[in-house]
């Protein structure tokens, strides 16, 4: 029965970080996967959540959580992204979910969609980060993209975007990034945002706002002005939240799905309908992880420490984006200026496919095949060898003027 199968492609992230691993060369540098590493090249655990680990270590039960998961952790996680005194806290219009991960949130949501007949089409940006279609499409949704980056793959084409979005039909998702775009680093200025918004409301359109990376833009509160834009002025909406990145908790796949709703009512029958969605998926979540965001959030002063280690984050990651622009403008002709203004975690470089591969060969540096790094992946010791190999073959295999 299983004769008739096929090799499925490798994952273009994760099947590239698996050729890394098995590279043999010592100076191998990897840009690939979105992980944020410190000086050293290794993962940090921030204070409030080692202090959390030692908290928690007798208390953690064995028994099932609940459909929905932790739901004390998911009026935190809510909070974090619409503020403690967003009036739907108040007025019960809304529904938090614990889920597993961002990418588990957004299957919850595709799943829902799909099974309530809400739409069954979501537009995505060109480019988006490379599993959204497949997660969609998984649930039976189509996927369609509209205009993002532009021509020289530097900026927003925003006028290409509002004039597409104004064509989305009504009924229709539209997923969005809520900060630090992936792949592109490119995110929209406030007053993009507020356009944004006012079409989505125009044309009766249902945003998903996908928020991996709060905190490493602009700031923890600056990075969901999109959600608090759509949170006050529609009534429905859709944000998945992940702790991933901003906790270091890679690996325990913590995250929410947030359902914003008409009023009370509606939010009950949603969370029935999101219930089912989770029940016939993975069951429930796991408890550990949403523990260790829970104990932070909801104590002060694990809260403020836990702020302050991620804010420096951020400031670190943004000094090596300047860094990287201004070696890289020191050994080669080429623009690369864009990188220093461009936001979170990753970059669209603007390398060539055979840039890339010529790196990866050559160099043993490794980038996703479209030119995405991980300007996290860089530090002391790494970040003059990359941009020296980069000038190198940028000087062997020009980049397009365009």
Known sequence: ??????????????????????????????????????????????????????????????????????????????????????PRFREGNWVGAQSLGGTG???????????????????????????????????????????????????????????????????????????????????????????????????????ILDCAYQGFGDGLEADVLACRLVSSQLHEAIIVQSFSKNFSLYNQRVGAVLFLTKDSAQAATL???????????????????????????????????????????????AALRQRFSESLREKCDHDFSHIAQQKGMFSFSGLTAEQVVHLRDEFGIYFVGNGRMNVAGLNERNLEVTTRAIAEVVGRCPVSAS
Request: net charge neutral; aromatic share 8%; proline share 5%.
């Open 271 to 317: 969370r029935s309908q999101v219930k089912a969605a989770i029940r016939a998926n993975y069951s429930n979540p796991p408890q550990y992880g949403a523990a260790l965001v829970r104990t932070v959030l909801g104590d002060k002063e694990l809260c403020a420490d836990w702020k302050r280690e991620l804010e420096a984050m951020r400031q670190r990651i």
């Open 105 to 207: 949130g957004l299957r919850v949501v595709a799943d829902f969609l799909g099974r309530c007949r809400v739409t069954d089409t979501v537009w995505h940006t060109n480019p988006t980060w490379v599993n959204h279609q497949s997660i969609f499409n998984a649930a039976g949704l189509q996927t369609k993209p509209f205009p993002y980056l532009d021509a020289a793959g530097r900026g927003l084409d925003f006028s290409s975007m509002m004039s597409a979005l104004e064509q989305v039909p009504t009924g229709h998702a539209v997923l969005l990034h809520g900060c630090c775009h992936n792949p592109t680093g490119v995110d929209p200025t406030a007053e993009q945002w507020q356009a944004i918004v006012d079409v989505l409301k125009r044309r009766s359109l249902l945003p």
């Open 1 to 86: 029965m299983f004769e008739h199968l096929t090799t499925a492609p490798d994952d273009p992230i994760l099947g590239l970080n698996e050729k890394f691993k098995q590279d043999q060369r010592d100076h191998r540098v990897n840009l690939i996967i979105g992980i944020y590493q410190d000086e050293t090249g290794e993962i940090p655990e921030f204070r409030a959540v080692s202090e959390a680990r030692r908290r928690i270590s007798s208390n953690v039960k064995a028994n099932y959580l609940g459909i929905d998961g932790d739901q004390a952790y998911a009026q935190l996680a809510s909070e974090l992204i619409l503020g403690s005194d967003n």
